[in-house]
């Protein structure tokens, strides 16, 4: 199968900084996509990875290392408003555009 | 801005009932895509469509079938609902090709089945 795996939740305090985490089957690997999901929304896109490094976007970064089929989403200054799920998913070749979804991280930020 | 929608936020139906869940995208996109969500699963993908008149089954396409007509309309049909059908059902769509395109989502539907 073509298994995404992330931690089911994770809390932070304000003002912190918090990754999570994502492993991914590297075989037909072909592009990792993060959204973030407020509770009762629908998914907003925040970045994508094809290439191994760091992608940096304002407060929020996210990282890939194709080799170890891993990727995380870094996540500076937590503001309250960021408690939602944050979803990875990955493009295999052969599909299309389609992608394939990890059960997503609930992150609660607190005071 | 693109922009995803879907027919109901909220729907109720009854078991044996023939569903039809409609999305519309305005940015002629070629892709769009049919998804179940579910706590503790995620997104799972139900049906996808490439072209007009092309479909092609997810992950998990048993109870469901799929229409597109037209470029900028998806309809995803329940033939005949059953409880465990129950769920949040989310269209997406997202342009053709080579490049890395993001999926945009529509709000969603939330269907009972009682």
């Known amino acids: 199968g073509q298994n995404i795996d992330q931690p089911t939740e994770m809390t932070a305090t304000e003002g912190a900084i918090v990754q999570i985490n994502c492993t991914y089957q590297t075989s037909g690997f072909n592009g990792l996509f993060w959204y973030q999901q407020h509770a009762g929304e629908a998914p907003t896109f925040l970045s994508y990875?094809?290439?191994?490094g760091l992608e940096e976007k304002g407060r929020f970064s996210s990282f890939l290392s194709r080799s170890k089929g891993y990727s995380y989403l870094l996540l500076k200054e937590l503001q309250m408003k960021d408690s939602a799920s944050y979803l990875c998913a990955v493009r295999f070749t052969g599909g299309g555009n389609k992608l394939t979804f990890g059960t997503g991280t609930q992150l609660k930020v607190e005071l | 801005d693109v922009k995803v929608t879907q027919s109901s936020r909220y729907l109720v139906k009854r078991t044996g009932e023939k569903v039809f869940l409609e999305c519309v995208q305005d940015m002629d996109h070629e892709n769009m895509f049919w998804y179940r969500q579910d706590p503790g699963l995620g997104l799972r993908l139900i049906y996808f469509?490439?072209?007009?008149?092309?479909?092609e089954k997810g992950d998990i396409p048993e109870g469901y079938s799929v229409s597109r007509e037209k470029k900028e309309r998806f309809s995803l049909i329940l033939e005949s609902a059953s409880t465990n059908q129950t769920s949040m059902y989310l269209c997406?769509?997202?342009?053709?090709?080579?490049?890395?395109?993001?999926?945009?989502f529509g709000p969603g539907t939330r269907l009972t089945v009682t």
């Open positions: 997406a769509s997202s342009p053709i090709g080579q490049g890395l395109y993001e999926q945009y």
């Open positions: 990875n094809v290439l191994d």
């Open positions: 469509s490439y072209d007009v008149k092309m479909k």
